[in-house]
Nanobody
């Protein structure tokens, strides 16, 4: 049974920081690229950050570059998103995603249930 469970969301002041965690189970975590998406009310879900299966490469949305850091600990089957300098545009439900590309057919793609991040003064 595949599970991705996000935690660490909450209320934070503008300019503050927060660390999200996503605990994975039910699949071989180290074989999957991991990413964080977010979705604000009335907006489409967007990619925030991604990291390759071994953690050797990352990429970020332009809006969070220099402020957010994605990392993973394959021994703990966990991916993290360290968020700093939070802005009013950052509040959203943040979702953890696991993806394993395939050379033939669509990729394996799993989602967590999301964790709410609220930025308020």
């Amino acid at each position: 049974q595949v599970q991705l469970v996000e935690s660490g969301g909450g209320l934070v002041q503008p300019g503050g920081s927060l660390r999200l965690s996503c605990a994975a189970s039910g699949f071989t975590f180290s074989d999957y690229a991991m990413s964080w998406y977010r979705q604000a009310p009335g907006k489409e879900r967007e990619l925030v950050a991604a990291i390759t299966s071994a953690g050797g490469s990352t990429n970020y949305a332009d809006s969070v570059k220099g402020r957010f850091t994605i990392s993973r600990d394959n021994a703990k089957n966990t991916v993290y998103l360290q968020m700093g300098s939070l802005k009013p545009a950052d509040p959203a439900v943040y979702y953890c995603n696991a993806q394993r590309r395939r050379f033939v057919g669509p990729p394996y793609n799993y989602w967590g249930q999301g964790t709410q991040v609220t930025v308020s003064s």
